[in-house]
């Protein structure tokens, strides 16, 4: 279903949080789900993967996740402030230990030129740890490339977060 990257990131994902008995749930708004998907695409993923968010529109990231709306409004839903206040929620929202958020402009269209499309924005938390942040710029990629491209980078942080 996957390519073979992704399907191996998410196998070496559940692998590695099963060894050190850690839970995992995402926050994915221009991911639809699809870290999630790549996650429980693997058998055995129950292990390990708790819950999905799917706050795609900036309602449902403020009413799941309390998001503040003048967050959003102020610095925009693809921004460092909001993938960090949707990994932070998300964790304390679930019985996870890890977290990911992403957000961002997947296109064709809704880039601007301080945000073109493929900018994307993702943050990992971790139980008494820090947030991290990750800006990416996909550059000339189409919507399915810059999805698959976010999916892969979202695996490997929360890899990076197990470990």
Do not use: W
């Not at 692998?15 to 926050?27: N, S, Y």
């Not at 959003?72 to 958020?101: C, K, P, Q, T, Y």
Request: glycine residues 8%.
């Amino acid at each position: 279903m996957f390519p073979f990257e992704i399907d191996a990131l998410a196998r070496l994902l559940i692998d590695e949080a099963r060894q050190r008995h850690v839970r995992v749930v995402t926050a994915e708004s221009c991911t639809g789900g699809l870290v999630a998907a790549a996650i429980t695409a693997i058998p055995g993923s129950s292990d390990v993967f708790e819950r999905g968010f799917v706050t795609y529109s900036n309602r449902s990231k403020e009413e799941m996740l309390g998001v503040p709306g003048d967050l959003i409004a102020d610095l925009g839903a693809v921004s460092e402030g909001v993938a960090r206040m949707m990994a932070e929620a998300a964790l304390e929202a679930s019985n996870a230990h890890i977290a990911v958020a992403i957000t961002g402009i997947a296109g064709p269209d809704g880039g601007t030129p301080m945000k073109p499309v493929g900018t994307v924005h993702f943050a990992t938390a971790r139980s008494n740890g820090p947030i991290e942040h990750r800006l990416e710029n996909f550059d000339d990629m189409s919507r399915d490339e810059v999805r698959m491209a976010a999916v892969r980078v979202a695996l490997e942080m929360l890899r990076e977060r197990v470990n």
